[in-house]
T-cell receptor, first 112, second 117 residues
Framework: GNSVTQMEGPVTLSEEAFLTINCTYTATGYPSLFWYVQYPGEGLQLLLKATKADDKGSNKGFEATYRKETTSFHLEKGSVQVSDSAVYFCALSRNSGYALNFGKGTSLLVTP | GAVVSQHPSWVICKSGTSVKIECRSLDFQATTMFWYRQFPKQSLMLMATSNEGSKATYEQGVEKDKFLINHASLTLSTLTVTSAHPEDSSFYIC?????????????FGPGTRLTVT
C-alpha cells in the first residue's frame, strides 16, 4: 500500500537558519505529493504540492521537488522565521479527489 | 479561501453515550468529505470517505456501526461515535474536496478533540 515516512521531530532552529525536512514515500503508480502545515490551534493548510516527477512545488519561501528516482519530496527553506513554527506533514494522494496518506508530522520550533 | 468548520471543537462525554461531530464547508460545495483520526504524535489515519447522498466507504479496521457517517448535503457531513469508550478518545479531523476548485486540494477543518471518561 501507499505510505509516507518523514523525519522525526521536534526540530529546533534559530531564526534565519536553513531548514530541511526529509520525506520519502512508497506508492504504486504516480501519486501526487503534498506538504501540509498545521499552526497551533488551526486546521491543516496546504503549503505546496507537486503532481508529477521533477515538479517543484513552492510557496512562502518553502520548496520541495518530486524525485521519482529516490521516491522523495524533501521540504526546504533557506531562512526560517519564528512564524514558521508549526507541524509539517508530508502526504500523498493517488489521484485528484482521493484521500491523503500522511506522514507522522514533524514539529518545527524556530527561536529568535 | 475555502473554509471548513467543525463543531464542537472539544467534547467530553461519558462512556456508553453517543457523540455527534459536524463538518461543514462554509463557502463551497463539497463533492467528497473525508474523516481522519489523529493520535498524539502520530499521523492522520483515514477512517472513511463520504460522497453526498451515498453511503460512506470505511477503511479496513474501522467499525462502521460504531462510527456512523452521514453526508446528507453538499455542505454538511456528520460523524457520530456511538456507545463511546475511552479508547475512542482522539482528535477527529474532517476534510472536504470539491471538483470545482483546485483539483488536488483538500480543505481541512480545525479538528474535534473527543475525550471519553
Amino acid at each position: 500500500g501507499n505510505s509516507v515516512t518523514q523525519m522525526e521531530g521536534p526540530v529546533t532552529l534559530s531564526e534565519e537558519a536553513f531548514l530541511t525536512i526529509n520525506c520519502t514515500y512508497t506508492a504504486t503508480g504516480y501519486p501526487s505529493l503534498f506538504w501540509y502545515v498545521q499552526y497551533p490551534g488551526e486546521g491543516l493548510q496546504l503549503l505546496l504540492k507537486a503532481t508529477k516527477a521533477d515538479d517543484k512545488g513552492s510557496n512562502k519561501g518553502f520548496e520541495a521537488t518530486y524525485r521519482k528516482e529516490t521516491t522523495s519530496f524533501h521540504l526546504e527553506k533557506g531562512s526560517v522565521q519564528v512564524s514558521d513554527s508549526a507541524v509539517y506533514f508530508c502526504a500523498l494522494s493517488r489521484n485528484s479527489g482521493y484521500a491523503l496518506n500522511f506522514g507522522k508530522g514533524t514539529s518545527l520550533l524556530v527561536t529568535p | 479561501g475555502a473554509v471548513v468548520s467543525q463543531h464542537p471543537s472539544w467534547v467530553i462525554c461519558k462512556s456508553g453515550t453517543s457523540v455527534k461531530i459536524e463538518c461543514r464547508s462554509l463557502d463551497f460545495q463539497a463533492t467528497t468529505m473525508f474523516w481522519y483520526r489523529q493520535f498524539p504524535k502520530q499521523s492522520l489515519m483515514l477512517m472513511a470517505t463520504s460522497n453526498e447522498g451515498s453511503k460512506a466507504t470505511y477503511e479496513q479496521g474501522v467499525e462502521k456501526d460504531k462510527f456512523l457517517i452521514n453526508h446528507a448535503s453538499l455542505t454538511l457531513s456528520t460523524l457520530t461515535v456511538t456507545s463511546a469508550h475511552p479508547e475512542d478518545s482522539s482528535f477527529y479531523i474532517c476534510s472536504a474536496w470539491t471538483s470545482g476548485g483546485s483539483s488536488y486540494e483538500q480543505y481541512f477543518g480545525p479538528g474535534t478533540r473527543l475525550t471519553v471518561t
